[in-house]
């Protein structure tokens, strides 16, 4: 059968799931091997953006393929849309649990998860980038002064001849990532693709060390 194609047979009719998480995880696995601490640091960045665009694909596929195995060709639609629709760290804590109907849940707990979510986290922060509004202090304060005369005024009162501000907020700085960022992103990722996706992509869920069956 054709990489990357999964072919579903119902009611004399035929589906054709399709994507290129294959060959993404190819591309990935190519990636790392060219690696080494050495390497130009927007190769770890490209690292990073691929790993990101293969798990949300892999939950995507996920949520696919449970939405019509648990609803059917005729009904899975909405239901696909609403759950690929979660905020992507959501997608990963919550899909064995929605899948299940709450017999499984994602180990929160878990080395593994730990390290995904923070990445999630971290991914977030470098390709949305967000300016940030924080709240100053002046050594005069706004409202003593409505004009430069004013202004002047006040400075002569407390004997100052400048304005001092000090804002509440840690100084922006440039989004690192290193090569020991990358191997670890990269063992987490082959312990996710076999304890996590390959089961939530199977006939029937079960416990893994990624996936917790509730008592």
């Known amino acids: 059968m054709e990489a990357g194609k999964l072919y579903l047979f119902a009611n004399g009719e035929i589906y054709l799931i399709k994507s290129s998480l ?5 591309e990935l696995r190519n990636l790392y091997r060219d690696l080494t601490k050495e390497s130009d640091y927007f190769k770890f ?3 990073y ?38 905020r992507f760290k959501d997608k990963l804590l ?25 990445f999630i986290t ?9 300016p940030i509004l924080a709240k100053g202090e002046s050594n005069i304060a706004p409202n003593e002064f409505n004009d430069f005369d004013s202004l002047f005024d006040a400075f002569k009162t407390r004997g100052i001849n400048h304005l001092d501000f000090e804002f509440n907020f840690e100084e922006i700085k440039f989004f690192n990532i290193s090569y020991p960022d990358c191997v670890k992103l990269a063992k987490a990722l082959g312990v996710y693709k076999k304890d996590y996706y390959e089961i939530m992509t199977s006939e029937k ?11």
């Open 22 to 26: 294959d060959l993404k995880f190819k």
């Open 45 to 47: 960045y490209s690292f």
């Open 49 to 86: 953006t691929l790993t990101s665009s293969i798990i949300e694909l892999s939950l995507n596929y996920i949520c696919l393929l449970q939405c019509v195995n648990l609803y059917g060709f005729s009904d899975y639609k909405p239901f696909n849309e609403i759950f690929s629709n979660l």
């Open 94 to 118: 919550l899909y064995p649990s929605i899948f299940s109907s709450g017999k499984f849940s994602t180990d929160n707990e878990d080395p593994t998860i730990q390290v995904l979510s923070k």
């Open 122 to 130: 971290d991914r977030n922060k470098l390709l949305h980038p967000k």
């Open 205 to 215: 869920i079960v416990a893994t060390k990624l996936i917790l069956k509730k008592k």
